[in-house]
């Protein structure tokens, strides 16, 4: 039996809660600009203290550079008229470069600009802005939902922002410096529930950010689904991603339920804490992971989950 993609995102499926972080983000696109700005300025201005500078690193910042000295040399009318270009995805130089800058650069560009406004350097929202209703509504949905997902709110808008943003084109991946990590992943996994070597492999390598390792363990045509993205279909693919994206990920599995399949194969579902390197021990967002296994025990499909509450985490058994 072959599995298709749409066959393997299935698995599990009755143990899935709906996230509210898509419904929030519709909110939030239905903002005018000017309003989606001051939104994430404030939502920001709650959540931003917990970032850790030392993830934005200066050689992060390298090429983000050019575009943070031309905003910086702006009038106040320059610096909101790109600042709304961006948020707008407008078609204009400023907002092709942020486009292809990778997912890193792009939030460690707004850190930047946004301890450019603390200091006065770059204002933060326009003189004699009012807070519209809107606004206040899409402030108080992010106030209900736990900090991983806050985050994940605020890392959406900013990856969405300046012309063509797609991760796929995204063009710097490879020369980016590594996330330091503050203190090393454990090496070894124990998930309650869980023997399969596969999965302890894949947890263990990407805590060492040995993706090279963790593609060793998909199927050429293995496919790996982000939280709310469109599933990323083959070893390249998968490497690209994992490099931009993946870097120093704190994994903290818990438990896991594996079930085998008339045909050998085997569906696994695993739940636990990820921390980010931008945020650290600050916030952890509970994820679950579902695999599709195939007979000789390699990854044919695997599913990342942002959990919509805590209590999903021992959600495991299908009903
Ligand atoms: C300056 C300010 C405030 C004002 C202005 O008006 C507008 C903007 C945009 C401003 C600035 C905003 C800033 C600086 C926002 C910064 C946000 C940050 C740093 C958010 C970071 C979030 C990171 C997240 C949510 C990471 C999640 C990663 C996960 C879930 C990884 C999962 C994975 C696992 C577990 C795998 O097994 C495979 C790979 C994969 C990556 C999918």
Same mark, same amino acid.
Do not use: C, H
């Given at each position: 039996?072959?599995?298709?993609?749409?066959?393997?995102?299935?698995?599990?499926?009755?143990?899935?809660?709906?996230?509210?972080?898509?419904?929030? /983000?519709?909110?939030?696109? &239905? *903002?005018?600009?000017?309003?989606?700005l001051?939104? !994430?300025?404030? %939502?920001?201005?709650? $959540? =931003?203290?917990?970032?850790?500078?030392?993830?934005?690193?200066?050689?992060?910042?390298?090429?983000?550079?050019?575009?943070?000295?031309?905003?910086?040399q702006?009038?106040?009318?320059?610096q909101?008229?790109?600042?709304?270009?961006?948020?707008?995805?407008?078609?204009?130089?400023?907002?092709?470069?942020?486009?292809?800058?990778?997912?890193?650069?792009?939030?460690?560009?707004?850190?930047?600009?946004?301890?450019?406004?603390?200091?006065?350097i770059?204002?933060?929202?326009?003189?004699?802005?009012?807070?519209?209703?809107?606004?206040?509504?899409? /402030?108080?949905?992010?106030? &209900? *939902?736990?900090?991983?997902?806050?985050?994940?709110? !605020?890392?959406? %808008?900013?990856?969405? $922002? =300046?012309?063509?943003?797609?991760?796929?084109?995204?063009?710097?991946?490879?020369?980016?410096?590594?996330?330091?990590?503050?203190?090393?992943?454990?090496?070894?996994?124990?998930?309650?529930g869980?023997?399969?070597?596969?999965?302890l492999?894949?947890?263990?390598?990407?805590?060492?950010?040995?993706?090279?390792?963790?593609?060793?363990?998909f199927?050429?045509?293995?496919?790996?689904?982000?939280?709310?993205?469109?599933?990323?279909?083959?070893?390249?693919?998968?490497?690209?991603?994992?490099?931009?994206?993946?870097?120093?990920?704190?994994?903290?599995?818990?438990?896991?339920?594996?079930?085998?399949?008339?045909?050998?194969?085997?569906?696994?579902?695993?739940?636990?804490?990820?921390?980010?390197?931008?945020?650290?021990?600050?916030?952890?967002?509970?994820?679950?992971?579902?695999?599709?296994?195939?007979?000789?025990?390699?990854?044919?499909?695997?599913?990342?989950?942002?959990?919509?509450?805590?209590?999903?985490?021992?959600?495991?058994?299908?009903?």
């Amino acid at each position: 039996m072959t599995f298709t993609i749409e066959s393997a995102q299935s698995i599990f499926s009755s143990t899935q809660v709906p996230s509210p972080i898509p419904a929030t /983000l519709a909110l939030f696109e &239905q *903002l005018s600009v000017d309003d989606k700005l001051a939104l !994430l300025w404030y %939502a920001y201005t709650e $959540m =931003g203290r917990s970032i850790t500078p030392a993830a934005v690193g200066v050689a992060r910042l390298q090429f983000a550079e050019g575009l943070l000295n031309q905003i910086k040399q702006m009038s106040t009318d320059d610096q909101f008229q790109v600042m709304r270009e961006l948020a707008n995805r407008a078609d204009t130089p400023i907002s092709r470069s942020y486009g292809v800058f990778s997912v890193n650069t792009k939030l460690a560009f707004w850190y930047e600009l946004g301890e450019l406004m603390k200091q006065g350097i770059v204002a933060p929202v326009p003189a004699g802005y009012q807070m519209s209703r809107g606004v206040s509504i899409v /402030l108080e949905a992010i106030k &209900q *939902l736990d900090p991983g997902q806050q985050i994940t709110v !605020l890392r959406n %808008a900013v990856v969405d $922002m =300046g012309f063509g943003s797609d991760v796929a084109k995204s063009v710097q991946t490879d020369a980016e410096p590594l996330f330091p990590r503050t203190s090393p992943a454990p090496a070894k996994i124990a998930v309650e529930g869980i023997t399969d070597s596969t999965i302890l492999s894949y947890l263990e390598a990407l805590n060492k950010d040995d993706f090279d390792a963790a593609i060793a363990l998909f199927t050429p045509d293995g496919a790996l689904q982000p939280p709310f993205q469109k599933p990323i279909v083959g070893y390249e693919a998968i490497k690209r991603y994992m490099r931009a994206e993946a870097q120093g990920l704190n994994i903290m599995p818990q438990q896991g339920i594996s079930e085998s399949l008339p045909n050998g194969s085997k569906q696994v579902k695993v739940t636990g804490i990820v921390q980010t390197p931008w945020f650290g021990v600050n916030v952890g967002m509970n994820i679950a992971w579902r695999f599709l296994l195939n007979p000789e025990g390699k990854i044919v499909f695997v599913a990342i989950d942002m959990l919509a509450s805590p209590q999903e985490l021992l959600n495991l058994r299908p009903v």
